[in-house]
């Protein structure tokens, strides 16, 4: 799990990165929660996504937003953060460019960073979006949806309350191909505090799936 640092828009970039073989190896890149709360690359929901793909012979990267350990710059509340993402996957490219899968997963306020760049970026083919903020930040550039992927929301999370999560999820329009999944782990709150063995198997049963549709 070697600490590695590049350049971003607002300067350098801490993160953490594992690399796998052979090469075209599937690469993966996950976005922590928001930096004003506390979020950071060493969330334990990001590391344990983490640990998920790079067992499945993922190179996976995992970064702080800029103004978050010691990654530079200030805290922009999307756009920066947009920005940070983009430079962190060009970055996870370059040392995987006969990579064919690609993966993005976020946590809460990375979710919303995530599925921005998943429009963006048309080689990101999988998607886990884990307590998306729903009730706070607007999702309705899903339109539509470009790649399958799962939802995942607390039932008792009261940052991102179900019923925002479930809003969200029914009105994704989607094109031909693409199915959209959501589960919701019962009496978890945002944190998954107690729950987080039962949302990482959720997202494991998940991606094991989807490989091997792809496989």
Same mark, same amino acid.
């Given at each position: ?6 350049? %971003? ?10 690399? $796998?073989? !052979? ?15 506390? %979020? ?18 993922? #190179? ?12 530079? *710059? ?5 756009? *920066? ?12 490219? #370059? ?9 993005? $997963? %976020? ?32 999702? #309705?550039?899903?339109? !539509?949806?470009? $790649? ?5 929301? %607390? ?6 309350? !179900? ?30 505090? *107690? ?8 997202? #494991? ?9 792809? *496989?």
């Amino acid at each position: 799990m070697p600490e590695v640092i590049f350049n %971003g828009p607002a300067g350098r970039i801490e993160a953490r990165y594992h690399h $796998a073989n !052979p090469a075209g190896s599937p690469i993966a890149i996950l976005l922590h929660p928001h930096p004003a709360f506390g %979020g950071t690359m060493n969330n334990p929901i990001v590391h344990s996504l983490y640990q998920t793909f790079v067992s499945r012979g993922f #190179s996976v990267l995992r970064f702080n937003f800029r103004g978050v350990g010691r990654s530079q *710059g200030l805290f922009e509340n999307g756009a *920066g953060e947009l920005s940070d993402a983009a430079s962190a996957l060009d970055w996870l490219q #370059s040392f995987n460019r006969e990579a064919k899968i690609c993966w993005i $997963a %976020g946590v809460s306020f990375g979710a919303w960073i995530s599925m921005q760049l998943l429009m963006r970026r048309p080689e990101i083919g999988g998607f886990v979006s884990i307590a998306p903020l729903a009730k706070h930040y607007d999702f #309705s550039f899903l339109a !539509p949806c470009p $790649a399958s992927g799962l939802f995942v929301n %607390g039932e008792k999370d009261v940052v991102a309350p !179900p019923e925002s999560v479930h809003s969200l999820v029914s009105k994704l329009k989607t094109q031909k191909g693409i199915i959209i999944e959501h589960k919701v782990v019962a009496s978890a709150n945002h944190f998954f505090d *107690g729950k987080q063995d039962e949302l990482t198997k959720i997202c #494991s049963v998940y991606l094991d799936k989807r490989l091997s549709q792809e *496989g």
